[in-house]
């Protein structure tokens, strides 16, 4: 949704287009946006956002999910996943609703 910013958007809209061609190699997503012509990479920790996503989530839920596999405290968390969607929406690659 283009012209809306990350830090206007209520929890609970988050999402992954899905029609974006990507691949798992290793412990990354390799994704591509052909309306753009470019590619996209997460590290492993991004690979876990981006298949969460899969679904429409909240900062809360997806922080709770990597909680749950690293070790990170929330605050740092939220830090860290806050500023990947704001990339990621900026990139167009995660729309919010």
């Known amino acids: 949704m283009m012209g809306v910013k990350l830090d206007e958007v ?3 809209t988050f999402f992954q287009r899905v029609e974006l061609p990507c691949s798992r190699i290793d412990d990354e997503i390799v994704f591509f946006d052909h309306n753009t012509g470019k590619y996209y990479a997460t590290g492993p920790v991004g690979a876990d956002i981006w ?4 679904d429409r989530q909240t900062l ?3 922080c709770d999910h990597l909680m749950m596999n690293y070790d990170i405290n929330r605050s740092t968390c939220e830090a860290e996943v806050y500023e990947f969607l704001r990339e990621m929406v900026d990139a167009g690659v995660v729309r919010i609703i």
């Open 60 to 62: 809360s839920a997806i």
């Open 10 to 12: 209520k929890p609970g």
């Open 51 to 54: 298949e969460f996503l899969a």
